[in-house]
């Protein structure tokens, strides 16, 4: 089992591009939750998927970002025109849709917008 | 939801020492309590965890307390090591239905050899 796969591992964008960051559950979990890590900052919960379903994206600012996680494929998150702000760690985590409670994460992504 | 805080920020022992990390939530309804390790660069990995129905769990020189009623719950670490050195994070959630961990600001855990 390979774990749960995040790439890029590092993404550097100019302020206004997109970033897409890709999140590979491992195999047999069908809950994704995506977290933000500023430095010296905790893990901000952003959304929860399942697959073909967001269950809940509170965390989500309202614009620029969302995020999908297909009947086949990884997990995705979007940011459109990105921003100074949104330079950031961003960390995926699955688990198994039979138990709901330990949350294996992936490697992360590394966003720094210039 | 739930809110999750964590302290302190920042702790420092020596070699050999013991460390105590606290968290408090709110939401009465969270019955699981993970515990997440993170080195400087990599992935939060799990160290521990307690559910709602045990008071206490150990593993070696990792432990977790948890009082429902007062809703807190702490990790311990005892004969702290070196590579004891992280950030850790405390988590509340609840199992089952939408289960999302929330979770603490974090410990950074600094052990002096």
């Known amino acids: 089992n390979a774990g749960v796969m995040q790439n890029p591992r590092h993404l550097v964008r100019r302020r206004g591009q997109e970033a897409r960051l890709r999140c590979s559950p491992m195999k047999g979990h069908s809950h994704v939750y995506w977290y933000r890590q500023l430095p010296e900052e905790g893990l901000k919960f952003m959304v929860y998927l399942q697959k073909e379903n967001i269950i809940d994206e509170s965390g989500m600012p309202k614009e620029r970002f969302s995020a999908e996680f297909p009947k086949e494929g990884p997990s995705i998150l979007r940011i459109q025109q990105v921003v100074r702000g949104d330079s950031a760690a961003y960390f995926c985590?699955?688990?198994?849709?039979?138990?709901?409670?330990?949350?294996?994460f992936g490697q992360g992504t590394r966003l720094t917008v210039v | 939801g739930e809110n999750v805080e964590q302290h302190p920020s920042t702790l420092s022992v020596q070699e050999g020492d013991s460390a105590v990390i606290k968290c408090t939530y709110s939401d009465s309804a969270s019955n699981y309590f993970p515990w997440y390790k993170q080195e400087l660069g990599k992935r939060p990995q799990l160290i521990i965890d307690i559910r709602s129905n045990v008071g206490e769990k150990k593993d070696q020189r990792i432990a977790v307390t948890l009082n429902k009623t007062a809703k807190h719950f702490s990790l311990h670490i005892t004969e702290t090591q070196p590579e004891d050195s992280a950030v850790y994070f405390c988590a509340a959630s609840t199992s089952g239905g939408s289960y999302i961990p929330t979770f603490g600001r974090g410990t950074s855990l600094i052990v002096h050899p």
């Open positions: 985590a699955s688990s198994p849709v039979d138990r709901g409670t330990e949350a294996f």
